[in-house]
């Protein structure tokens, strides 16, 4: 459905279907039907928003994804980039929108901050609900797993795990700390106050690369409760 409107919307506005139907607004609104297709294509992609992110966020046992904050980040995340590109494409096309999308692209971007920082902190103290007693049924305080009973690696071995050290994973959180938030809205607030029409680009580039990196750590951070059972192969 949301490309399906993205279609539409950009087939409309290259067929010339911009003839107002009606004026809203007091008289200060013409309303056309590409008008209509935006702003249903608008509310179809708030809802891949929340849709998409409730795929993670509904899976209990993935307890770093269990959260409302996966659906703000997500929404806000969407909604920050997207502002983001559409600065970026103003700026390439020389028009006076630069100002709004970039003021709103640098708004979201920085409740995205918040958000994610929210939920970072969440996860670095997150107590898990399941532990390699509960994984393998003793209730034994002390247990030490010598072996999986494989001898070689498994779906279940490759699978469920980022096989990266935590230094690594350090490095991509930091990473992408710095190029989602703090540089592309520096690289805003640079535009504004040269009205370079070159930086709104970089500033959707940087983020874009960032966000590559966020995607990559959401999914390395959830912990799968196999990987208490599958933690070595021999």
Known sequence: MMMVLVFLYGL???????????????????VDITLILGFLGTLVAFALFVCTAMIYASVKFLEEWHSPYTVTNFIFLG????????????????????????????????????????SLLRNATLKHKSTLQTAIGVRH???????QGFTAGSFNTREFFHHRSPGF??????????????????????????QSPTLPILAFLVQYTGLLAERWYFFAEANHPQNLYYQRVA
């Open 12 to 30: 409309g506005h290259w067929l010339g279907w911009t003839e107002p139907l009606f004026i809203a607004g007091g008289g200060t609104l013409p």
């Open 79 to 118: 909604l920050g980039s997207g502002f983001m590109l559409a600065a970026a494409y103003s700026a390439y096309l020389d028009n006076h929108l630069v100002g709004f999308y970039g003021t709103w692209a640098v708004i979201f971007t920085v409740i995205g901050l918040g958000s994610r920082a929210a």
């Open 141 to 147: 305080r002390v247990i030490e797993q010598k072996s």
């Open 169 to 194: 994973l350090r490095i991509v959180r930091l990473a992408f700390l710095v190029l989602v938030f703090p540089l592309p809205i520096l690289l805003i607030g640079i535009a504004y106050l040269l």
